[in-house]
C-alpha cells in the first residue's frame, strides 16, 4: 500500500500560480501511476493530469493542458503539479491518486488518495 498527503493549496489571484506536492509513504512510489483530480462543490471528482511510474508520460484535461504541469521525483517520493495562469473556475479541492495498474482519467481506476488540499483563485 501507498499513503499520500497532499500539501501546497490555498488563495491565489487569478493569474497567479501555485505548486502542490504529494508525498507518499509505505511501498516504493516508483511502482504506481500518479494522478491529480479536483471536486469543486456541487460537483464530480474530475481529472486533472496524470503520469506514468516511470519513463515520464503524461496526460492532461484539456482544461488544463497548457497551463498545468505535472511532474515527479521517485528519489523524493513526490509528486508535483505546477498550476499557472490561474483561473476562478480552478477553484476546487485538489486529491493526488496513485494506481499499481495502467489507470489514465477515471476516479475508479485509482485505489489510494490523499485527504486533498484546498485551492482557491479569487480576486
Known amino acids: 500500500q501507498v499513503q499520500l498527503v497532499e500539501s501546497g493549496g490555498g488563495l491565489v489571484q487569478p493569474g497567479g500560480s501555485l505548486r502542490l506536492s504529494c508525498a507518499a509513504s509505505?511501498?516504493?512510489?516508483?511502482?504506481?501511476?500518479m494522478a491529480w483530480f479536483r471536486q469543486a462543490p456541487g460537483s464530480e471528482r474530475e481529472f486533472v493530469a496524470r503520469?506514468?511510474?516511470?519513463?515520464?508520460?503524461?496526460t492532461y484535461a484539456d482544461s488544463v493542458k497548457g497551463r498545468f504541469t505535472i511532474s515527479r521525483d521517485n528519489a523524493k517520493n513526490t509528486g508535483y503539479l505546477q498550476m499557472n495562469n490561474l483561473k476562478p473556475e480552478d477553484t476546487a479541492i485538489y486529491y493526488c491518486?496513485?494506481?499499481?495498474?495502467?489507470?489514465?482519467?477515471?476516479?475508479?481506476?485509482?485505489?489510494?488518495w490523499g485527504q486533498g488540499t484546498q485551492v482557491t483563485v479569487s480576486s
Open positions: 491518486a496513485a494506481s499499481s495498474y495502467g489507470a489514465v482519467r477515471s476516479p475508479s481506476d485509482y485505489g489510494y
Open positions: 509505505g511501498r516504493p512510489f516508483s511502482s504506481y501511476v
Open positions: 503520469i506514468n511510474a516511470i519513463g515520464g508520460g503524461t
